[in-house]
C-alpha cells in the first residue's frame, strides 16, 4: 500500500504512525513547569522577599501592572494608558493594594516618566535590564507583568544605578551638548564636501576650517570674494602652510549649488555653536549650585594650553573641585572636560558601589573569567560588551597616556607591548577607574610617581622572581659588576 507523502515530503509507514500518535503529550502537561497562577514550580518553594511587590510591564501606549494575589478582588493585572492622568490612577490602584514596591523593566525611554511620578509618590522602584527578565514561552503582556512581579516578589532582580536629581539634571545637559557637538560636525562635513565639489583645496592646506585661518577664508568666499591671493591674505599668523601655498589651494569652480550648500552648512554650524554656548552657560550655573566642600580654596593656575573648540569655555577645574573636594584632572590623562562627563554620569557618591572591583566591574572594564569543568576554557582576556559612557570616556583618556611620561604612562606601554594595544588601553582605563573611584569615595589626592619610578619597581619585581626561579633550581643568582 502507498501512503500520501505528509508536508515534509516523507512517506510514512502505518507502525510509525501509530507510534508517534501513541507518544502524543497530555494536554495538562503543555505547560509544564507553571503553577496555576503562572508561577514556575521551582519558586513556590523559595521565600518571598517583597510581599508587597508590584510589576510593571512598560510600553510606549499602555502599561501592565501586576499586584499579588488577592490584593484586588477583580483583577491582578490591570491595563493603564500611558497618559500623565492615567500614570495618576495606576499610582492610586497601587497604593490601594498596599503595594510598596515596584520593578519595571527599562524599555526604550518610556519608562522615564513612570519611573518619577512613582518615586515622588513614595514607592521603591526598582529599575531592570532587559537580560534580567527572562522571558517565558507564550509571551503575552499580561504574562510578562506577572513574571517580573513573581522575580521581585523573591528577590530576584537587582536595580540598575540612577544617581540623584542633581546629578541627573547635569547628566541632561551634557548629553545634549554631545548630541549638539554630533550635529555640528556633520555640518562640517557638509562644508569639506561643498569644498571639495568646487575643487577648493583648503582642508589640505589648513588643519581646521572651523579656525581662524578656515572661517575667515569660507566666510569671504560667501561674500563674493574670489581672488586666490587675497583670500589666502586672510592666513592667520599661526598657520603653518605660506600664502602661496594656500593661495593654489583657493583656485576652484565657483558653481551656484555648491556655493548655496557651503553657505547653509556655515549657518547651521553657528546655529549650533550659539546653541552650545547656551548650554555652557546653563551647565556653568548648574554646577555653581552645588555645595561648595573645597572649604573655599581654589587651585592653582596651570600652564595655559591649547583648548578644543568642543570643550567648554568656562573654568571646569575650579567648579568641579568646589563640588567635590579632589582635583581629578591631577590624574595623568583626564582632562576638565573628561572629569566633567565622568561626574555628570556617577556624581559624587559612590556607596552605590560597594568597592573598587563593584565599581569597575559595573564599568565592564575587568576581563571576563571562563571557567568551567574546573579548566579556563579561553587564554584571550575579554571584556563584556557595554554602551556605558564613562567607560568610554575612561577608555579615551587611557589612549592619551600611551605618550605620556607617568607612571600610568609606563604601564599602558609595557602592557601595550605584552597584550597589544586594545587590551592594554582597556587595563589602564582599569586603574584609572579606581583612582577616581578612591579619589571621590575617600577624598584622596593623587600623585604621580613618574615614568622612572615605575619602571625602577618594575625592574625590581623582574629581578626578584628571576632570583627566585634561580634558587628553585639550585643556583644563585649575582649581578655583574
Not at 179 to 192: C, F, P
Request: glycine content about 6%; aromatic content about 6%.
Amino acid at each position: 500500500m502507498v501512503l500520501p507523502p505528509d508536508d515534509s515530503g516523507r512517506k510514512k509507514s502505518p507502525r510509525r504512525r501509530k507510534r508517534k500518535a501513541g507518544k502524543r503529550k497530555p494536554q495538562a502537561k503543555k505547560s509544564a513547569g507553571l503553577a496555576p497562577n503562572n508561577v514556575p514550580a521551582a519558586l513556590e518553594k523559595l521565600e518571598q522577599v517583597n510581599i508587597n511587590a508590584a510589576g510593571i510591564d512598560v510600553g510606549a501606549g499602555v502599561h501592565f501592572v501586576a499586584v499579588p494575589e488577592g490584593r484586588d478582588p477583580e483583577a491582578s493585572v490591570r491595563c493603564f494608558r500611558g497618559f500623565t492622568s492615567d500614570l495618576e490612577a495606576l499610582a492610586d490602584w497601587l497604593e490601594s493594594c498596599g503595594v510598596t514596591t515596584v520593578a519595571m523593566e527599562s524599555t526604550g525611554v518610556y519608562w522615564i516618566a513612570l519611573y518619577e511620578l512613582l518615586q515622588r509618590r513614595g514607592f521603591e522602584v526598582l529599575l531592570a535590564e532587559a537580560s534580567q527578565v527572562k522571558k517565558i514561552r507564550r509571551k503575552t503582556d499580561v504574562l510578562d507583568c506577572q513574571w517580573i512581579q513573581t522575580l521581585h516578589m523573591f528577590g530576584l532582580l537587582s536595580g540598575s544605578f540612577r544617581p540623584d536629581d542633581k546629578i541627573l539634571e547635569l547628566r541632561g545637559f551634557m548629553r545634549q551638548r554631545d548630541m549638539l557637538i554630533k550635529y555640528a560636525s556633520d555640518h562640517v562635513r557638509h562644508m569639506q564636501k561643498a569644498l571639495q565639489q568646487m575643487n577648493v583645496k583648503l582642508t589640505e592646506v589648513v588643519s581646521d576650517i572651523t579656525g581662524l585661518t578656515g572661517m575667515s577664508i569660507v566666510k569671504a568666499i560667501l561674500a563674493g570674494e574670489r581672488n586666490p591671493p587675497t583670500l589666502a591674505a586672510l592666513r592667520h599668523e599661526n598657520c603653518k602652510n605660506d600664502e602661496a601655498t594656500i593661495a593654489l589651494a583657493l583656485q576652484g569652480n565657483w558653481r551656484t549649488e555648491h556655493l548655496l550648500a557651503l553657505r547653509q552648512a556655515v549657518e547651521l554650524f553657528e546655529f549650533y555653536q550659539r546653541q552650545l554656548g547656551d548650554l555652557d552657560k546653563q551647565v556653568e550655573a548648574h554646577l555653581q549650585s552645588h555645595p561648595d566642600i573645597s572649604s573655599g580654596n581654589t587651585l592653582p593656575p596651570r600652564a595655559k594650553r591649547r583648548r578644543d573648540n568642543r570643550e567648554p569655555s568656562f573654568d571646569m577645574r575650579n567648579l568641579l573641585y568646589r563640588m567635590t573636594g579632589v582635583d581629578l584632572t591631577d590624574v595623568d590623562g583626564i582632562g576638565g572636560h573628561s572629569a566633567l562627563q565622568i561626574i555628570s554620569e556617577i556624581g559624587t557618591d559612590m556607596s552605590a558601589w560597594e568597592t573598587e572591583k563593584h565599581f569597575v566591574s559595573w564599568l565592564c572594564l575587568c576581563p571576563e573569567v571562563n571557567f568551567s569543568g574546573g579548566s579556563r576554557k579561553s587564554r584571550k582576556s575579554k571584556t563584556h560588551a557595554s554602551r556605558n559612557r564613562v567607560a568610554t570616556c575612561l577608555r579615551v583618556c587611557a589612549q592619551s597616556l600611551l605618550r605620556s611620561k607617568s607612571a600610568l604612562g609606563a604601564f599602558a606601554r609595557r602592557l601595550r607591548s605584552k597584550k597589544g594595544p586594545a587590551q592594554a588601553i582597556t587595563a589602564t582605563a582599569r586603574k584609572l577607574a579606581i583612582i577616581v573611584y578612591n579619589m571621590l569615595k575617600h577624598g584622596r589626592p593623587y600623585r604621580d610617581q613618574g615614568a622612572d619610578y615605575y619602571e625602577e619597581r618594575y625592574r625590581q619585581r623582574v629581578i626578584k622572581n628571576i632570583r627566585r626561579r634561580a634558587e628553585e633550581f639550585g643556583f644563585e643568582l649575582t649581578p655583574v659588576a
